[in-house]
């Protein structure tokens, strides 16, 4: 009896009812582990022995964590969308490893994902946030951008600054499993509420099926607009289906503040700017995030989050903050000393391209943002990237004087 009524409680329909008259305590019930953790049983010809992914060449954390033991039990399982296993693996079984990062090799179709799949979520997520225990621990949450300081960078240094993250709604599948009425539900629910904002934050949205070509190539070259989905880590995990049905993008008149929408999350949220303010940004960035999730509220919807997880997002490696803080800063002397690698595992930070995850760095130009996620709050992942942005810069100075830099201790990640 109780199990028939988790599951009829649980389908997407009855969400959604839920979420409009129960808010997040109705979904708080959904989501327990009593009530999701068993998924809806799959039916299968073969045993799990026989469908288990080769895997010996692979490295990434849903590699690394795998066993023919968790396997057979969680293959028959399924959430109440009817997300599996195996789609949510697939990804990591299609792309063994990645020439820059490991990769996290899984994603999830649903918020419920997070409860079925947890005895191989749970240690993905504690490898790949470098201990975080979500069984034990609580994430928080702090969009006081008042806190930060020493938030302004030197500019001939520093050429610009970006404080993105994500949001999900919840009641609805999430890229990788979502069907097209459920994609084009969540861009007509953003879209409705974005024309709310007021003030500095007032734009318009631009749908990808009614631009031109000339406008959404100037809106990628400017890094305004999400890429083509051509990266096999997304076309593999389903993201790219039904191009470009139900995605596009909506910024202020300033683009300073933008919204893509559905692109690997239902959501992403970016606050940017030339220049080293970072302070400025991430005031924008705080203010609008509120603000939003405020006009979505009073539309009847709300974001997925829990205490153990933050917010909830596509891919394990975004769960929490979902927050990257980046710069593109010079560093032509320091990216060639053999300490750099070391400076920026020490002060929790990553270093990539200038075009994106996939690209190297030109001109000792590089993307410099936050290594965490899940752990910290906002408040803490920015002044980390301050903090240690500033000292990449000064040690930057040293090394254009001919002086010696020195390697800080390194950070304790959970405070």
């Not at 409680?9 to 969400?15: E, F, H, L, V």
């Not at 890229?175 to 969540?186: D, G, K, N």
């Not at 300073?256 to 940004?281: A, C, P, Q, Y």
Request: proline share 5%; aromatic share 8%.
């Amino acid at each position: 009896m109780a199990s028939n009524f988790s599951r009829v409680m649980s389908s997407k329909w009855n969400i959604r009812i839920l979420s409009l008259v129960g808010g997040s305590v109705t979904a708080g019930f959904l989501l327990h582990r009593e009530h999701v953790s068993a998924g809806v049983p799959v039916r299968r010809m073969y045993p799990a022995s026989a469908e288990y992914p080769d895997l010996r060449k692979h490295n990434n954390c849903m590699a690394s964590n795998l066993t023919p033991a968790i396997y057979a039990k969680l293959c028959n399982k399924a959430t109440p969308n009817g997300y599996t296993l195996d789609q949510a693996i697939q990804t990591g079984v299609d792309n063994p490893g990645h020439p820059f990062i490991k990769t996290v090799g899984m994603v999830a179709g649903d918020e419920e994902s997070y409860e079925v799949f947890a005895d191989l979520l749970d240690p993905i997520i504690k490898e790949r946030h470098n201990g975080y225990d979500p069984c034990t621990m609580k994430h928080p949450t702090d969009l006081d951008a008042s806190k930060i300081h020493s938030g302004l960078f030197d500019e001939r240094y520093v050429l610009s600054s970006r404080v993105r993250t994500g949001r999900s709604i919840r009641g609805l599948s999430l890229p990788p499993a979502c069907t097209r009425a459920e994609r084009r539900e969540v861009e007509k629910v953003v879209v409705d509420a974005l024309g709310g904002l007021k003030g500095d934050l007032t734009g318009k949205y631009y749908s990808l099926t009614q631009m031109t070509e000339k406008e959404q190539q100037q809106l990628i070259d400017d890094h305004f607009l999400f890429d083509k989905p051509v990266s096999p880590l997304l076309t593999c995990a389903g993201m790219a289906r039904d191009w470009p049905d139900a995605r596009g993008i909506w910024h202020n008149n300033e683009k300073t503040f933008l919204i893509w929408i559905n692109e690997e999350d239902h959501t992403r949220v970016i606050s940017m700017e030339k220049g080293g303010n970072m302070k400025r940004v991430f005031e924008r960035f705080c203010r609008g995030l509120k603000e939003v999730e405020r006009l979505i509220q009073e539309r009847g919807w709300e974001f997925m989050w829990n205490e153990r997880l933050g917010y909830i997002l596509t891919c394990p490696s975004n769960l929490g903050t979902g927050l990257r803080a980046g710069v593109h800063v010079k560093l032509p002397l320091l990216s060639k000393d053999p300490r750099f690698s070391k400076l920026l595992d020490n002060l929790r930070l990553q270093k990539r391209g200038t075009g994106g995850v996939d690209t190297a760095a030109v001109g000792g130009i590089f993307d410099i943002s936050n290594l965490d996620r899940l752990g910290q709050s906002e408040v803490q992942l920015v002044q980390t990237v301050i903090d240690g942005v500033n000292y990449l810069v000064e040690c930057e100075k040293r090394l254009e004087k001919g002086q010696d830099i020195k390697v800080p201790a390194p950070l304790k990640q959970f405070k």
